[in-house]
């Protein structure tokens, strides 16, 4: 009977995760990974987060983008092996195109969305596939009374893979991520996609337990672009 009940379990994850990705691939456009920790079945956790793209280039020479971003985390642990991720806060954007000066967005609101499906959970190891959006809606910039309007849409889908230790787990994966620069001049629209032969990219992470209830998440995010996220969580 456990051994049927197992079976059963592990293929509605298995078919889970097939609908999700599918459902992904099309918008797979980076954001932080949240790390493998995920709140258990009915439990919360919230938590502070700070996300600081260092340099991601852009697609046809269209210059490279920076963005520091901060948020106030809140995950949902539908099950034990899936968790609905929500942020609120806000975000800047720094544009600087090919020969130009650079086009500096003060901050304004950011939001993101996402989920963790947890594929493996044994011998102190785990594996958890992930998808998360954001995006962030900085004032308008202005150059010669010239109005700038940017919007920053940043997607992945990412695998990771954890060692659990008694206070610090480790992880490691990969992820393929996209992020796309929407600028308007005036009232004139474009949409600047992140350099397409740096869509895949390395992700290492650790997080550090406090308490039972609380651990420090630290990531750093390379190859596709420079990155680093730093949170504080809580489970309740």
């Known amino acids: 009977m456990n051994s049927a009940k197992t079976s059963k379990k592990l293929k509605n994850k298995l078919l889970l995760f097939l609908i999700f990705f599918f459902i992904s691939i099309p918008l797979a456009y980076a954001a932080p990974c949240y790390g493998t920790r995920m709140p258990g079945k009915q439990t919360f956790s919230a938590g502070a987060q700070t996300y ?120 490691l994966g990969m992820r393929w991520s996209r992020l796309d620069y929407i600028h308007w001049i005036e009232e004139d629209r474009k949409r600047n996609m992140s350099d397409r032969a740096k869509d895949l990219g390395l992700v290492l992470g650790l997080d550090i337990a406090l308490s039972p209830n609380s651990w420090l998440n630290l990531e750093g995010q390379f190859l596709d672009g420079d990155s680093l996220a730093c949170s504080i969580n809580f489970e309740f």
Do not use: C, M
Request: net charge positive; aromatic share 16%; proline share 2%.
């Open 52 to 171: 600081i793209i260092f340099k991601r280039y852009l697609e046809n020479d269209t210059g490279k983008i920076r963005s520091t971003q901060h948020f106030f985390l809140l995950s949902y642990g539908i099950f034990d092996w899936l968790s609905l991720d929500l942020k609120g806060g806000a975000g800047n954007i720094k544009q600087h195109p090919v020969g130009s000066d650079e086009l500096d967005y003060t901050s304004s609101f950011a939001g993101g969305y996402g989920f963790r499906l947890k594929l493996y959970d044994k011998q102190n190891l785990e594996a958890v596939f992930g998808f998360q959006h954001i995006s962030v809606h900085p004032r308008r910039a202005y150059i010669e009374s010239i109005k700038h309007t940017g919007v920053l849409d940043d997607w992945q889908v990412s695998f990771l893979v954890s060692r659990v230790f008694k206070k610090i787990n480790p992880y």
